[in-house]
C-alpha cells in the first residue's frame, strides 16, 4: 500500500521561505514521476510542480516557477518542494502526488496516490 506523508508547511511573511517535504513508501520510489499541488479555499486544486521517476526533468506551473524547487531524494524516498519569495497567493493545502503512468502530467486524474497535505499560510 502506497503511503505519502507531507511535512513542513507552517505560516511565513510574504517573501519569505519554506521547504515541503514528501515521504514515500509502499512503493518503489524510483518507479513514478511524483508531484506537488495545491488547493486554496473555494478553488480547485491546481498542479504546482512535477519531477519525473529519476528527477532529471521538472515542470512547473507559470505561476511559481522561479521562485519553487522540486526536488528528490531516492535514497531517502522523499520529495521536496523548496518555496521561496512566497506571496499571500500562495497560501493554500498543498499535496503530494505518484502517479502510476509513465509520464510527467499536471492533470489531477492522471495521480494514483495522495498525501494528506500541509497547510502553507502567508500574511502580507
Known amino acids: 500500500q502506497v503511503q505519502l506523508v507531507e511535512s513542513g508547511g507552517g505560516m511565513v511573511q510574504a517573501g519569505g521561505s519554506l521547504r515541503l517535504s514528501c515521504a514515500a513508501s509502499?512503493?518503489?520510489?524510483?518507479?513514478?514521476?511524483m508531484a506537488w499541488f495545491r488547493q486554496a479555499p473555494g478553488k480547485d486544486r491546481e498542479f504546482v510542480a512535477g519531477i519525473s521517476r529519476r528527477g532529471e526533468n521538472t515542470y512547473y506551473a507559470d505561476s511559481v516557477k522561479g521562485r519553487f524547487t522540486i526536488s528528490r531524494n531516492i535514497s531517502r524516498n522523499t520529495m521536496y518542494l523548496q518555496l521561496n519569495n512566497l506571496k499571500p497567493e500562495d497560501a493554500a493545502v498543498y499535496y503530494c502526488a505518484q502517479t502510476t503512468a509513465l509520464g510527467l502530467s499536471a492533470s489531477v486524474k492522471q495521480y494514483d496516490y495522495w498525501g494528506q497535505g500541509t497547510q502553507v499560510t502567508v500574511s502580507s
Open positions: 509502499g512503493r518503489a520510489f524510483s518507479t513514478d514521476p
